[in-house]
C-alpha cells in the first residue's frame, strides 16, 4: 500500500478493498484500469451491433479477466447471474443506479436499482453511483447520493462517482464535457466524499457560456491537471466515452496519468471492437499504466 | 432442474419455486404457459362483455387448472377471495402492482397494491411487477422496481417483470412494440435484476423513428431471437396482447420458443372465447410448447 | 354466519367483526343499513341546515341506536369525543380519510387522517376508505391504500371502500355515476382487495363518452345486476347520495338487494330530515332488507 | 374538573394537562386567555417596532406571568431559550409548526419545525398546530397533522388547532374570516380530532362566493354561536387577530363568552402596546372570562 | 464559561463543544472567528483562481491553525480526507448541506449531504445547516432543518445555521442583504432553534419593496443592532461574503462586535489573497475581538 491510500482518510475496510482492487489486480502498481458495462441499460442493446458478443456478459466478465483489468463495472442484474462464474479473478464493481436514455433528460436523475449491501452481498470491491452534477433535479440526486454514500462508509465499500455534468444549465456554460463543468464536477465529488471519482476528460476549447476564468486559452494538459487537483485526495479514473481513435485515446490517457490519475475507465473504446483487437488496446493502455506506478 | 436454472445464479427458495413452476405444471419440460388476469384493474369489466363467464376469477382459475396452465397472475383481492379453492393445483402469481386505464398515461406508473410478504403469506409461487420502461416517471418507478426486487430476493421469490415501454418518447420511436422497444426492455428487465421477464412480441417493421441499427429490414424470428439474447440468462415470456388470429398468435408462439423463450403468457386470447374453444386454444399452445423441452 | 362470509377467504378477526355487524345488528339477517356521518367534513356544516339537530354527533349515534342501523361512519375525531356514550349499542366503522370540497378537484386524493390502529384502540368493527378511481392521483391513492389495506388485515379489521369514480377522464366519459364508472369502480375495489365495496346507484343511461360495451340501452337492473357481478365476493353497499324523493329511493334500494348487493349506506337521505321522519324512512329500508337474508 | 372535560372523551394525561391550563392558571374556572407569541416568525420582526419591547420572548413570557395568562404560546427555539426562566409559573404551549410570510402563499402549508415529544421534553402543557382548511396542499397538511395527533394521543398531551381557512378557492368564497370559512374550520378541526380549535370571530356579513344557507342575514352572535356549536365538544378559542379598538375586541369576546367557547388567544392585542396597557387590557378581558365559569 | 452561555437553554454536550470553541481558541474571550470552505461546492474551483493554493483543503486547515481560527467549516468529504491531519489543532464545523450554483435558483434548497452523527464520528464540534429564508421550497427546507436540529440536539452538537434570504419574493423585497431581510433570518433562525446564525451585514439603504418600518433612514449600526437582537439569545456570526476592501470589512466587523455579536465568519475575505496577507488580515479582525470579550 503506498502513502497515497494511507493519507486518504480512509476506514480499514475501504483501504483494504482499494488495495485489493489497485495492487492485486490490473499493473498492480496503485493504477487501475476498469471495464465499465452498464451501457445496456444505458442506451440499450444497440451498442452491441457493432460487435454483438459484447451483448452478453458472460463475454464481458472473460474479457476483463483476459484483459487484466482492475475491475468490472455492472447492474445488479448481471452481477447476480454472470459474477458467480469469475468471483476471485476480476473485482466487482457493482454501479447501484442507472437509467434508460429513452425518456426527456431536462430533469436528469439516475434512480437507484441496488443497495451497498447487495454489493457486500455479492462480493462486490466498489460500488458506483452516477451523480448528475447541475441537474435542476440536485435535490434528489444529493439525497440518493447520501443514502449511497452513508452505507458505503458503514459497510467499508469504497465509493465510485460517475461525476457527470447534466441538464439545460451545463449545456449553456460549455456543455457536458468543458473544462469548466469537469473541473466543478470533480469538485464536488471530493466535497460530497467519493473515494474515486470517474470523469470525462476535459475540453479547454469549449469556451462559449463558461465561468470567466475558464475562459482562457488553457491546453488539455492543463485542464486535466487542475481537474486532479480539485478532486484533491479523491481517486480520478477518466472516462474513455464514445469510441474514438487509438491515438486520441492514448494521448489522454497519457497525460492524465501525467496528472496524476489513477486510471482508465474504457467501456466502448475496448468492446466495441473485435475481440482480438480489444486485447491489443488494453494493452497499449496498460503500457501507459506501467509507466506512472503510485 | 435443468442447467438452465443452475446457472441463473439464483438463490435456493427462487430455484425451488421455478423448479415447481416449470417442472411439476403444465408441459412439465422446463416451458410454461401463464394465465394472466389482471385486466379487469387495467381495463375494466369491459374485457368480459365478449364472454361474461370470464369476468368470475372463479372461472378463470378453474380454467387454468383444466387448461394445464403454470401459473395464473392475479391482484392482491383475488388471491384472497380465490385462490383458497385452487391451492395446490396451480402455481399462483401475485401481480404486485397495477392501475386503471381512466387516468391520462402521459407519466405512465403503476402503482404498488401488494408486498412481496403478502405473496409469501398467499403461498404464490412468484410476484409480478410491471415496469413501464421510458415513461417519463422512470425513477419513481425504478424505486417502487428496487422495493420490490430486494424483498423477492430476502424472500426467495421469483420476480416476473411486465416490462412494458410507454411514454411519447416511446411513441415517437416506433411505439410500444416495436423491435427497438421490446429489444430495449428485455436488456433493462435482465440489467435490473429480473427473473423472467414478460415482452411483447417484437414488430421490426415498425421503424419510424426508431435508433438507427433497428432501421433495416430485420424478419420477425431475427427480431425476437435478438430479444431473447437480449434477456441474458432472465427467461422469456411473450405476452398474448389482445385477441388475434389463432394462426398468427401460434406462428409467434413458435418463433418465441425457437428463439429460445421459456413460454406463452396469454390472457384475452385464452379467456375471450367460450370455455371450450379457450382449451382448445391452451392445447394448440401447449403442443408448441412440448416440442421445446428446455 | 352463512356460506356467504364462510367463502370470501376472510381472517378469523374480519370473520368475528363482519358477523358481528351483518349477524348481531340491524335486520341480523345478512344484510346491513349503514349510517354515514362525515358529510360535516366533506362538504361542510352547510348539509345541516335543513336539520340542525344533525350537527350533532351524539343526536347522530343515538339515531343509529333507535334506527336500527349495522354501523355509523364517523372521522377519528367524532370517534373519541362521541362513540364513548354508544360502545357496544351500534357498530362503529372509522373512517380513515377524507377532505374538504374548498380546494380544486382535479387530482382528487382523500388523505389519511386516521390509522386502522385507532380502530382497534377506539372497539371499531370496521374502517373505511375512499379510493378515488381514475384520479390523475391514483398513484398516491393507492399507496395510501395499500398502507392501511396491510394494516386491516394484520389486525383483522374489514375494509370497506368508498368506490368513487373521479376526475376530469371521468367527467368526459359519462360521469362519476354512469354504469360504466360504477362498474369499473366496483371491479377495482374488489380486485384491490376490498372486504366491502359502497358505490353509488349505477345510471345506465349517461352513455356520453362511455366505453363501447356500455354504450347499450341497459336498463337500471341490468346495470346494478353487473355491478354487484363485478365485486365478486367483495360484499356490495349502495350510496344515497343526495337527499332524493322516498319512492325512488326504495325503488333503487329494492333493485340492489334483488341484485345481490348486502346493504344499504344512507346519510343525508336519512338525517335531513326531522327525527320521527328519519326513523320513519329508516323503517322502510328496513323492510327492504328484511326480505332479503344473506 | 368540570363535566365539560370529563364528557370529552379524553386520555387521562390530556384531562390531567387540560384541567392544569384551565383550572390552576388564569381565571382558574375552565376558561382560558392565552397569549400567542409565533408573530416573529409569521410576519417577522417588523410586528415589534410598535413596542420593541415585545421583541424580546423574556419580556414576553413574563408578560404572560403578571398578566394571568392560562399559557403562552411560542416555536421551539424560545420554549428552549426563554423557558426554563418561567417554567411552572405559566403553561407552555409549543407551537409545532410555521412559516415565513416571505413566499406565495398559494399553496399554503405550515411545515413542522419540532415534535411533540419535544413539547414533552421542555415540559409544555400543550401543543399547537396550524391547520390551513381549505388550502390546495390539504393532502401534505392533513398528513402532517395525523403525525401530530397521533403523538399527541400517544402521549397524553392537548392538541390546539389554528384553524386557518386559506387558499384562492377560500378568497373566492367569502374570504378567510367570513362565517362560511371559519364555521367549516372549526368543523374540521373538530372532525379530525383537535382537543382545542382556534379560529378568527366569524364575519356573517362576508357573504359573496360563500355557500348557499350562508348567504343569508346573520347577527355576529348568531355566527359565534353556529361556530361553536359545529366545533362539537373541541373546545374553542377566539383569535384576536390585528390589532383592533378595545371596545370591538371586548364585544367579540363577551359574545364569543356568551356563544359557549372557553377562552381567547390574543397577542399582537395585547403585547403592541405599552407594558401598563397590555397588563390593563389583559384585566379587561379576565373581567369577562371570570363572568363565564366553565 | 460567560453567564451567556449559562443563560442559552443549552445542554450540557452543546455547552462543552461551544466552551470549547469559544474559550480554548482563536481569543479564548467568548468571540470567534471562523473559516468557511465550501465555496469549492457552491461556485465551484473557480473561486481558487485568484489564490490557486486556496485549491487545497489542506492549505485551508493549516491557516486556520496559524491564522487562530476558532473553526473551519467544510463538508463532508474533506472533514474525512484532510481533517485528521489537524484534528485537535482547530476545531471542526461539518457542514451538512450545499449545492451546486449550476442549475436555476428559483426555488433554492442546499439539500442534506451528510448527517449529525457523522459530524460526532468525526470529532466536529458543531454542524452548520443553510436555511433559505424565504424560498418557496420553504417546506422541504424545514422539513430538513428539523431533522438536523433534533439530532443536533440529541447529540448535544451546536447548530450553526446559515440563515440567507432568497428567492424571487426576497428580489422584490430589498434584496437578500436588505436590513429588512437579514433582521427577518435572524429572527428565523432564533425562533426555530439556532444555536448560533450567521448573517450578512444588513444593508439599510436598501429600502425599495421591503416592509413599511423598514422604509426609514436607519444606519447601519442601527440596523445591526437591531439584527442582533432578533436573534435572541442565539449567538450572531457576521458573514464577509465575497471580498471586499479591508477597511470597510474591519468597520463592519467593529460594529457588528459593538451590536454585541458573537464574532465572524470570513472566507474569501482571507484565503482569496495570498498566504501572508492572508494571516495580516486575520490579525486585524483578531484585534476587533480582542476589544470585545463576552
Same mark, same amino acid.
Given at each position: 500500500?503506498?502513502?497515497?491510500?494511507?493519507?486518504?482518510?480512509?476506514?480499514? !475496510?475501504k483501504k483494504a478493498r482499494l488495495n485489493r482492487i489497485l495492487y492485486q489486480h490490473g499493473a498492480r502498481n496503485g493504477t487501475a484500469l476498469f471495464l465499465p458495462y452498464d451501457?445496456?441499460?444505458?442506451?440499450?442493446?444497440?451498442?452491441?451491433?457493432?460487435? &454483438?458478443?459484447?451483448?452478453? &456478459?458472460?463475454?464481458?466478465?472473460?474479457?476483463?479477466?483476459?484483459?487484466?483489468?482492475?475491475?468490472?463495472?455492472?447492474?445488479?442484474?448481471?452481477?447476480?447471474?454472470? %459474477?458467480?462464474? %469469475?468471483? #476471485?479473478?476480476?473485482?466487482?464493481?457493482?454501479?447501484?443506479?442507472?437509467?434508460?436514455?429513452? &425518456?426527456?433528460?431536462?430533469?436528469?436523475?439516475?434512480?437507484?436499482?441496488?443497495?451497498?449491501?447487495?454489493?457486500?452481498?455479492?462480493?462486490?470491491?466498489?460500488?458506483? %453511483?452516477?451523480?448528475?452534477?447541475?441537474?435542476?433535479?440536485?435535490?434528489?440526486?444529493?439525497?440518493?447520493?447520501?443514502?449511497?454514500?452513508?452505507?458505503?462508509? *458503514?459497510?467499508?465499500?469504497?465509493?465510485?462517482?460517475?461525476? %457527470?455534468?447534466? !441538464?439545460?444549465?451545463?449545456?449553456?456554460? #460549455?456543455?457536458?464535457?468543458?473544462?469548466?463543468?469537469?473541473?466543478?464536477?470533480?469538485?464536488?465529488?471530493?466535497?460530497?466524499?467519493?473515494?474515486?471519482?470517474?470523469?470525462?476528460? &476535459?475540453?479547454?476549447?469549449?469556451?462559449?457560456?463558461?465561468?470567466?476564468?475558464?475562459?482562457?486559452?488553457?491546453?488539455?494538459?492543463?485542464?486535466?491537471?487542475?481537474?486532479?487537483?480539485?478532486?484533491? *485526495?479523491?481517486?480520478?479514473?477518466?472516462?474513455? #466515452?464514445?469510441?474514438? #481513435?487509438?491515438?486520441?485515446?492514448?494521448?489522454?490517457?497519457?497525460?492524465?496519468?501525467?496528472?496524476?490519475?489513477?486510471?482508465?475507465?474504457?467501456?466502448?473504446?475496448?468492446?466495441?471492437?473485435?475481440?482480438?483487437?480489444?486485447? *491489443?488496446?488494453?494493452?497499449?493502455?496498460?503500457?501507459?499504466?506501467?509507466?506512472?506506478?503510485?
Amino acid at each position: 500500500m503506498t502513502t497515497n491510500l494511507r493519507d486518504l482518510g480512509l476506514s480499514t !475496510g475501504k483501504k483494504a478493498r482499494l488495495n485489493r482492487i489497485l495492487y492485486q489486480h490490473g499493473a498492480r502498481n496503485g493504477t487501475a484500469l476498469f471495464l465499465p458495462y452498464d451501457q445496456g441499460l444505458e442506451h440499450g442493446p444497440r451498442d452491441f451491433f457493432a460487435n &454483438p458478443a459484447a451483448g452478453s &456478459p458472460q463475454y464481458i466478465m472473460k474479457l476483463a479477466v483476459e484483459g487484466g483489468f482492475n475491475g468490472v463495472a455492472v447492474q445488479i442484474g448481471f452481477a447476480e447471474k454472470f %459474477y458467480w462464474e %469469475y468471483a #476471485g479473478e476480476v473485482p466487482l464493481i457493482l454501479k447501484l443506479n442507472g437509467k434508460t436514455e429513452i &425518456p426527456p433528460d431536462d430533469e436528469a436523475l439516475s434512480p437507484l436499482n441496488a443497495a451497498v449491501e447487495e454489493a457486500v452481498r455479492l462480493g462486490a470491491d466498489a460500488v458506483g %453511483y452516477t451523480l448528475y452534477v447541475g441537474t435542476p433535479a440536485q435535490d434528489r440526486d444529493f439525497a440518493q447520493y447520501l443514502e449511497v454514500r452513508q452505507a458505503a462508509q *458503514r459497510l467499508g465499500i469504497p465509493l465510485i462517482v460517475w461525476a %457527470y455534468p447534466r !441538464g439545460s444549465a451545463i449545456d449553456a456554460a #460549455g456543455g457536458k464535457d468543458s473544462f469548466y463543468a469537469v473541473d466543478y464536477a470533480a469538485r464536488v465529488a471530493s466535497e460530497l466524499g467519493a473515494d474515486i471519482v470517474k470523469v470525462n476528460f &476535459p475540453h479547454p476549447e469549449k469556451r462559449s457560456g463558461v465561468r470567466k476564468p475558464y475562459d482562457e486559452g488553457y491546453s488539455e494538459q492543463q485542464a486535466i491537471d487542475a481537474v486532479v487537483r480539485s478532486a484533491n *485526495r479523491t481517486l480520478v479514473l477518466i472516462s474513455g #466515452g464514445e469510441k474514438a #481513435g487509438d491515438e486520441a485515446m492514448l494521448d489522454k490517457a497519457q497525460m492524465s496519468m501525467e496528472a496524476g490519475a489513477t486510471g482508465l475507465i474504457f467501456g466502448r473504446n475496448i468492446w466495441q471492437r473485435e475481440h482480438t483487437e480489444s486485447l *491489443r488496446f488494453a494493452a497499449r493502455l496498460h503500457e501507459v499504466l506501467d509507466k506512472h506506478p503510485r
